[in-house]
């Protein structure tokens, strides 16, 4: 979670027009070359290395690499700095060794290789990579594991490992994303934001892979959220950073209409959209009419999304107990998250 700062200044005044002199092309092509040995220096994870430039220029172009880089720059613990003047030495300390990160780059060749399937399309390989992670990755509540290393081969990391391995999963199957940096429950927080369709969305698989989950369980609470769903717990700089502001749900409504791709329906089954696009729309002063309604009509299996978290949700149902629903033998709810992050879905089931 590094913040890179970069500054072009020109100076000069030009007269008409001139082709560019010698010297100027020179070095033109001597700081790209120098741009382009550093950023390969930083993908080759090397230990140390020299820059031939001064200390304030050779710190910016490694910046500057790094920030082009995001999840080498992610890999980064520090970076050190010695010049003469004229050439600088670069020390960079690394979360993970090159042998790791060539571990981990291995590991996801082979998962690819198994759970994204011939003609799939990203929609597609979005939903089964996310799955994957949230299956095979726990949140490491010691907070001592950093990588994704850490959460690809033991199976365990915080946010930062989550986040940078999803990134590397996604990038790796030609999924466009973008780390993102921010704070979420009190404190520093990473997660990702991705392109589907021509659309870019927020996806935090971490938390949608909460510490206290069952078993099995996959939640898609945070998964292709636009910013304003996500900022109801999560902040973060925007800036330039794409816009996520369309609706998943819609998107995918719209595509089981017209799509012979057969994942969409099974996305949009574990999601919850299904249930979702038709539940009816409740709020804990609603609940109760729109419930005896259904009752009244003697409906046994129907969904309602409410308004509101899942414990919120739970206290609504609880103050019915005491509000007078009658008209059934035996009356059952399952709270599930809504695919509208902060929302809840209800399942119903009634007997009469």
């Known amino acids: 979670m590094k913040n890179i700062l970069m500054t072009l200044a020109t100076t000069g005044l030009v007269i008409g027009l001139t082709a560019p002199s010698v010297t100027a092309l020179a070095q033109t092509t001597s700081t790209t070359s120098i741009s382009s040995t550093v950023q390969q220096d930083l993908v ?110 033991e199976g365990s990391a915080v946010c930062q490992g989550i986040a940078t391995l999803t990134y590397r999963m996604l990038t790796t199957a030609g999924i466009p994303a973008r780390l993102v940096a921010g704070t979420a429950g009190g404190g520093s927080h990473l997660w990702d934001e991705v392109e589907i369709g021509g659309h870019w969305y927020q996806l935090d698989v971490t938390w949608d892979d909460p510490v206290n989950k069952q078993p099995g369980s996959v939640s898609y609470a945070y998964y292709n959220v636009t910013n304003a769903q996500l900022a109801k717990d999560h902040t973060w700089n925007t800036t330039g950073l794409p816009v996520a502001n369309t609706n998943f749900e819609s998107v995918i409504a719209a595509l089981l209409k017209t799509t012979k791709d057969p994942e969409i329906s099974k996305i949009a089954s574990a999601t919850g959209i299904s249930a979702d696009l038709n539940s009816q729309l409740v709020t804990a002063q609603t609940l109760k009419g729109v419930l005896q309604s259904d009752l009244n009509a003697h409906k046994t299996n129907f969904t309602l999304k409410f308004q509101g978290t899942m414990s919120q949700a739970s206290g609504a149902l609880n103050a019915l107990s005491s509000a007078g629903l009658y008209g059934f033998s035996s009356l059952s709810y399952t709270l599930s998250s809504s695919p509208t992050a902060g929302d809840t879905m209800i399942d119903v089931t009634a007997a009469y």
Not at 70 to 80: Q, R, T
Not at 88 to 111: F, G, R
């Open 44 to 153: 080759n994870q090397d230990t140390s290395f020299s820059v031939p430039l001064g200390l304030s220029d050779a710190e910016g172009t490694v910046k500057s690499a790094l920030a082009a880089q995001p999840y080498i720059n992610e890999l980064v613990s520090s970076v050190y700095y010695s010049s003469n003047g004229s050439a600088t030495k670069v020390t960079v300390n690394w979360l993970q060794t090159k042998q790791q990160s060539a571990t981990v780059d291995a590991q996801i060749k082979q998962v690819l290789g198994e759970i994204v399937k011939p003609g799939m399309s990203d929609y597609d390989k979005e939903f089964v990579i996310h799955n994957w992670i949230v299956n095979h990755v726990t949140y490491d509540t010691s907070e001592t594991k950093y990588t994704p290393y850490d959460a690809m081969d």
